[in-house]
Structures are given as structure tokens and as C-alpha cells.
């Protein structure tokens, strides 16, 4: 069964630091680029970053130089390591292959 | 920044059609997606890819089209269960990052 599943979210305080994990069943990483998106509280959707099928990355303004994306082929997991965190950074976090495929999210909570 | 934008609502009746535009300089040369999410927290559904497909899950009265800088998506005969947000979602000019659009929340009552 092709799934995505995240992991790692939580409660965190100003200037901390935070690694999620996503776990990709069924997908190759070598064949996708995938991607992770984030919404705040009632607040729209915010793409974040890339991985390419290539390891290629690639960031929104927003996160860039504080989020790092990465993978790891051989376990199927691509990563996010949030750093310099701050309030307006929380919310859910998604793991997607947009145009096919998200997880169900892992709430991130900056506390101030 | 690249941005992509949507008006903040939309509101028909049951059966009438609704349509909403996005706008971005670089959509003449860029795909456009849409993106229905029923609830905030709800995991995103595509309803539109590569400007005008349509996945074969998604009823047949979701279409789009794309002119010029505006991309747009129509929901013929809306239904109640329509009601949510979309959003639509592209790559930026120099193909760097992508982006989704401000949203827009669909009222059908």
C-alpha cells in the first residue's frame, strides 16, 4: 500500500529545533521528487520544500537557511530539520507528492 | 516572492456555477493545479492538474482552463458537498520553488 506517514512533530520553544520524518511505503525515492508543505492555524496552505528525485532541494523564501530537507533511499524516509524555529512557524506539516499523495500531517507547536 | 493570487470567497446557490481565478505572471508558461480541502486539517485533494485534466475520481463538474496570466476553475452545478477551500498551486517564474495560491473558500447555500 503506497502511504505516507510523519512522525517527529511537537511542542517547542522559541529558537529551538525540531526533525520531522516521513516514511514513504511503496514509493521510490530515487523515482520521485517529494515535497513538504505546512498550514497554520486556520491559515492556507504554504508549500516548504523539495527534494528531487535527483536529491536536488529546493526552499521557499520563507525557511530557507533554517528548514533542511533530506532522504535516506535505503530506510524510504525523507526528513525535515527545523532550526530557529519561532511562534509563526506552527502548525500542521505535510508530506506530499502533491499531485498524488499526502500524509495526514504532524502538528508543529512553537511556543513563544 | 512569487505570488499567486485568489479572491478570498466565492458564494452560489445549490445548482449554479462557481468560479475562481487565480492570477500569476508566470501562468502562460507554467501548469497550473487546483487543490480542494474540505476542512482545515483535512488532508488536500487534487481536482485539476496540468491546467485543465481532471483525475478520474473527481466528478466530471470540476474543469479549468488557463489564459494568459489567469487560470480558472469552474464547479458546474455546484453541489453543498463542494463547499470548501481551494487553492490553486504552480512553480514560480525561474522554476525555483513552487506555490500555492492565497485560497478561496467556496460557500454553496
Known sequence: ?112 | SYVLTQPTSVSVSPGQTARITCSGDALPEKYSYWFQQKKSGQVPVMVIYEDTKRPSAIPERFSASSSGTTATLTISGAQVEDEADYYCYSIDPTGSYYVFGTGTKVTVL
Open chain 1, 1 to 112: 500500500q503506497v502511504q505516507l506517514v510523519e512522525s517527529g512533530g511537537g511542542t517547542v520553544q522559541a529558537g529551538g529545533s525540531l526533525r520531522l520524518a516521513c516514511v514513504a511505503s511503496g514509493l521510490g525515492l530515487s523515482d520521485f521528487g517529494m515535497h513538504w508543505v505546512r498550514q497554520a492555524p486556520d491559515k492556507g496552505l504554504e508549500w516548504l520544500a523539495l527534494i528531487s528525485h535527483e536529491g536536488i532541494t529546493k526552499y521557499a523564501e520563507s525557511v530557507r537557511g533554517r528548514f533542511v530537507i533530506s532522504r535516506d533511499i535505503s530506510t524510504s524516509t525523507i526528513s525535515l530539520q527545523l532550526n530557529g524555529l519561532r511562534p509563526d512557524d506552527t502548525g500542521v506539516y505535510y508530506c506530499a507528492k502533491p499531485t498524488a499523495l499526502w500524509g495526514q500531517g504532524t502538528l508543529v507547536t512553537v511556543s513563544s
